[in-house]
């Protein structure tokens, strides 16, 4: 029998979750004091690290010197204090808020879209594509100091200004901000438990998956410390620690060090997480909040409900707490709290534990101090990288354990120094996560250890996701046929996409892919898995904005050498986002031998198309239409003839078409040239796919039964070619010429060989530059006439439908008009008369065309479109899907050729969907650089500092009523100067007169 990989200790089984499905951590952020990221979280702790400073007044630190200015009255406790970096700085662009209002915004609230945008982000999940969704918002919020800072900044009270303080303030809008800003549709909570809110706001997130209220969550907790009167009154209280440190469970514990920060996970039902490929942090197992009811105290810890809420989650998981390894403490560090929470915790835990596998528990405040609405979040945070990482950072200033409990009988051990989980038999890890608020709220959390089987090739601290098969969504012609998987090889070359809202954003990312290729020693060629899921991740796990590079690489040189030049200015593109695309077939002529054969072995959607095709014209010529494209021995040659040529492009077109359209892109209107609308037509839903291969094997072969012929290309107007073509043909007897295609930047003439010798004489004499064509056959000539009645026939049995998309018609050049049929009688004129293809051009133009693809194996037309575009119109952009065949290594063949093609597309600004590119390929999601911030800062003074910055440092600013009298006013605070010392009432400090 296969062991369950969830499989306890005791042999119990959890691969049935009877209270609710498990709920895995898909995606995880901070903003934390030293650490701005995951990565940098687990370095800090993994270290050792400890983030509290002492606040000294003209430090430097603008935010200490606004909040404690002065003498140290405040308190030696208030000295202490775990900061975020820049906490005033935001990038009030990136989500389109004015910066009149983000002045008005409370920093918490920034801090809780940013660590959002990331933590989606990390999870491989593109915010943009959330829109609508039911995606909940969970955030634990309990201070709104920013709110006092606004009140007193005595800013112009106009009514925009007072609606952005209002939602900018206000705790309940922090969720609702996220919401709003990414158009998300489920629950926005903000939860206030005070040092519980964070997870407690986790707790709702999974109870509102479990119950099928939201598919997605974001939920975490914020804090920002702005006030220093809150200092004072925890001080007064005796809550915080004189000496600056936590130390929890030591017998000096002397209380907690406030601390300041955002935490966010992305959550999402197990089941649905594994179905699409994420990577997986940890999976809650259970989760429960209650409260201390009537205990001795509203803010002291309530020993039976802390045993209650850490059983009814147990409960909930379904597992036994004996399996439970390692427990993530509230642990402030507080001589009454400490006690109670560990008696609590081995009254649940430690009954009938074996003494040799004691539970193991730490505190990530002893780090980072209390964050308070933030602090739940970061111990599951925490927690989760133990699990992960499979190493308990040390529980710092825990040096002689508190002489209230008796450790030596509890089978307990504080992690007083860096150590590994103990050996788990192969099962999971399973860790519990406390958080206690001080208005009596508790919540408690079992997270479990994801284990998968096909972690290959990356090590467990990695966290990739895992397998996934990539499917692709193909056009209706082509949808029901299986996409092979089977004998495709993976392509040489792959397309990183990188983009910003700005030129710095795009710069500064290329630096972090630099830092994370530095990061992942990823320099060597045995580093492809790493570096394809690499651009998978960036490719559908990103959003995509307006300044864009796609950067093609075959080995991790040329990456960084491209990624260099990126970071130091070169090479940024602004998308020009164009509205309309028009899909243009290349015609005779543009065949190779091995156009298209590259891609036959990478691209299973290319290799789908050309196998019908193959099929098909198996069963109508019995030989191989593929080895004749591809130039193998047995076809070499053939390309040349047009029997052959005209299913060839027809196939390969279809196919590039086919492979755009798995991408994402398609047109909206199509023409093509002489052949190449063949093609288009099949494009626009007149035929199926295997009808229209019968039509063009029919059409070639009937072709190159015809009379050899020539022709030129003259570059002439059509006026003044037509007109020696006519002339010639009037006054030279037996000459038959015709003008057979108008091109814009040239016409073509064909006739027989004699016929085009003559006037090609006749050219020269006028001083008219020609060129040989490199054909042997006549088309849309005099020559044609004997096989139209076949041509016609040809097409007699196939059930011709209306164009679905705009069709542009060689024969006029203009849109085929609704209810005309593209019956046999159109595709006889079709090969008989001119290629109108200038006037085609002209009516895309006039369509609002302004993105040309075009189709085929080489690039032709799009320079005969740009010549022959309105001067009265902007030219459009032109992609190429291929190449001409290289002549040396260093020109881009096969593969690189297409994705040269995708590239531009996706810095022009085309919304491409690059699952294509990886159709059938196994890839996962893993880890890469986050989006960087362009932050500005955004700030109101309080009082102290205006004081500081304008009138008199003791009676404050100067005012003048309406009745013209002067007046002074200052705010005044215990921590001031000395002149006010003597002013005392019952020993505190009192500003006279107050």
């Known amino acids: 029998m296969k062991e369950n990989h969830l499989q306890g200790p005791k042999g119990k089984r959890h691969s049935e979750f009877p209270k609710g499905e498990p709920v895995a951590i898909v995606g995880m952020a901070c903003r934390f004091p030293g650490a701005s990221s995951i990565a940098a979280l687990w370095q800090l702790l993994e270290s050792g690290g400890n983030t509290i400073s002492e606040i000294v007044p003209g430090m430097g630190n603008w935010r200490v010197d606004e909040i404690f200015s002065g003498n140290s009255e405040l308190g030696q406790a208030c000295r202490f204090c775990s900061y975020v970096d820049e906490i005033e700085m935001f990038d009030a662009g990136f989500f389109r808020i004015s910066p009149v209002e983000a002045n008005l915004l409370d920093p918490q609230q920034r801090m809780m879209l940013e660590t959002s945008w990331q933590a989606l982000e990390d999870a491989g999940i593109d915010p943009d ?36 303080a209002l939602s900018g303030t206000n705790l309940n809008g922090t969720s609702g901000r996220v919401s709003f800003v990414l158009g998300l549709m489920g629950p926005a909570k903000a939860v206030d438990a005070a040092c519980a809110s964070s997870l407690v706001s986790v707790h709702d997130a999974v109870s509102d998956l479990q119950q099928g209220k939201a598919d997605l969550a974001i939920a975490g907790g914020v804090q920002a410390i702005l006030n220093g009167r809150i200092f004072e009154l925890r001080a007064d209280a005796m809550m915080l620690s004189v000496d600056g440190q936590c130390k929890a469970f030591d017998e000096s514990a002397n209380g907690y060090v406030r601390g300041e920060g955002c935490g966010v996970v992305v959550l999402k039902r197990l089941s649905e997480a594994e179905r699409d490929g994420n990577r997986i942090w940890g999976v809650i197992r259970g989760s429960a909040v209650n409260h201390g009811g009537a205990s001795s105290g509203l803010t ?19 597992i036994e707490a004996s399996e439970v390894d390692y427990l993530e403490a509230h642990g402030t560090g507080t001589l009454v709290g400490d006690p109670i929470e560990i008696n609590a915790v081995a009254s649940v835990y430690c009954k009938g534990r074996d003494p040799e596998r004691p539970l193991l528990v730490g505190s990530v405040k002893t780090n980072l101090g209390h964050l308070e609405s933030a602090a739940g979040i970061a111990g599951l945070m925490k927690a989760t990288l133990v699990m992960q990482r499979g190493i308990i950072p040390k529980h710092l200033h825990f040096n002689n354990p508190n002489p209230s409990l008796d450790w030596k009988r509890l089978p307990l051990k504080v992690t007083s120094s860096l150590m590994e989980l103990p050996p788990k038999d192969g099962r999971p890890c399973i860790a519990g996560v406390n958080s206690f608020g001080i208005s009596g709220t508790n919540a408690h959390i079992i997270v479990e250890e994801y284990q998968k089987s096909d972690n290959e090739p990356y090590p467990r601290t990695m966290a990739a996701g895992s397998k996934k098969t990539v499917t692709v969504n193909l056009p209706a012609a082509i949808k029901d046929h299986k996409v092979p998987n089977e004998g495709l090889r993976l392509r040489n070359t792959r397309l990183l996409p990188l983009s910003g809202k700005s030129k710095n954003a795009l710069s500064d990312l290329a630096g972090r892919y630099l830092s994370w290729l530095d990061g992942n020693k990823a320099d060597s060629i045995s580093m492809e898995p790493l570096l394809s899921d690499m651009a998978w991740s960036a490719s559908i796990g990103r959003s995509h904005f307006d300044h864009r590079e796609a950067i093609l690489f075959n080995d991790p040189q040329s990456l960084r050498e491209q990624l260099r030049a990126l970071a130091d200015g070169d090479g940024n593109s602004l998308g020009q986002f164009p509205s309309k695309i028009a899909f243009a077939y290349t015609g005779q002529g543009s065949q190779w031998a091995g156009m298209g054969k590259t891609l036959y072995e990478t691209e299973p959607v290319m290799r789908s198309v050309l196998d019908r095709c193959e099929k098909t014209f198996l069963e109508y010529r019995g030989e191989s239409l593929l080895e004749v494209m591809f130039g193998k021995k047995d076809g070499k040659g053939k390309l040349e003839d047009t029997a052959w040529e005209q299913p060839a492009l027809y196939a390969l077109e279809c196919g590039l078409t086919a492979l755009w359209a798995s991408l994402g892109v398609r047109p909206d209107v199509v023409l093509g040239h002489s052949i190449g609308e063949l093609a288009a037509a099949h494009t626009a839903g007149v035929y199926t796919l295997e009808e229209g291969m019968r039509f063009a094997a029919a059409r070639g072969l009937l072709m190159s039964q015809t009379e050899a012929g020539a022709m030129i290309a003259v570059f002439a107007t059509f006026e003044r070619v037509t007109s020696i073509v006519n002339k010639a043909n009037a006054v030279s007897s037996g000459l038959d010429l015709s003008v057979s295609a108008d091109n814009g930047s040239h016409r073509v003439v064909s006739g027989t060989i004699e016929d085009i010798e003559r006037i090609t004489n006749m050219f020269a004499a006028e001083k008219i530059r020609t060129q040989r064509l490199n054909t042997k056959k006549a088309f849309h000539s005099a020559l044609l006439e004997p096989i139209l009645d076949d041509i016609e026939k040809a097409i007699d049995d196939i059930a011709i439908a209306n164009p679905s998309l705009d069709l542009i018609s060689n024969l006029t050049g203009q ?9 046999g009688f159109y595709w006889r004129r079709h090969a008989r008369e001119a290629v109108a293809f200038s006037k085609g051009i002209g009516s895309a133009a006039d369509l609002g065309v302004d993105v040309i693809i075009e189709v085929g194996p080489r690039p032709v037309l799009g320079n005969m479109a740009v010549a022959a575009w309105p001067e009265s119109a902007k030219a459009p952009l032109v992609i190429s899907s291929l190449l001409s065949p290289a002549k040396d290594s260093s020109l881009p063949s096969g593969d690189e050729a297409f994705l040269s093609g995708v590239a531009k597309a996706y810095q022009s600004g085309l919304a491409v969907q ?26 109101l003074e309080g009082s102290r ?45 009192i500003a006279p007169g107050a």
């Open 300 to 318: 002291v810890p309530h020993e039976p409900a802390l045993e209650q809420v850490m059983q009814t989650a147990l409960s909930q998981a379904g």
């Open 815 to 823: 849109l085929v008009e609704e209810g005309t049929l593209l019956d």
């Open 914 to 939: 690059f699952e294509g590119l990886y159709a059938g390929e196994e890839r996962r999601l893993i880890s890469i650089p986050d989006y960087p911030f362009q932050r500005d800062r955004y700030w």
């Open 945 to 989: 500092g205006r004081r500081h910055r304008q009138g008199h440092p003791m009676l404050g600013e100067r005012r003048k009523s309406a009745s013209g009298e002067i007046t002074h006013e200052i705010e005044m605070f215990s921590a001031d100067p000395d002149w006010m010392s003597d002013h005392r009432v019952f020993g505190r400090v």
């Open 129 to 164: 594509q959330l829109k609508g969704s039911r995606t909940g918002v969970y955030t634990g919020i309990s201070n709104d100091e920013y709110r006092m800072l606004v009140v007193d900044s005595n800013k112009p009270a106009d009514a925009a200004s007072c609606l952005y």
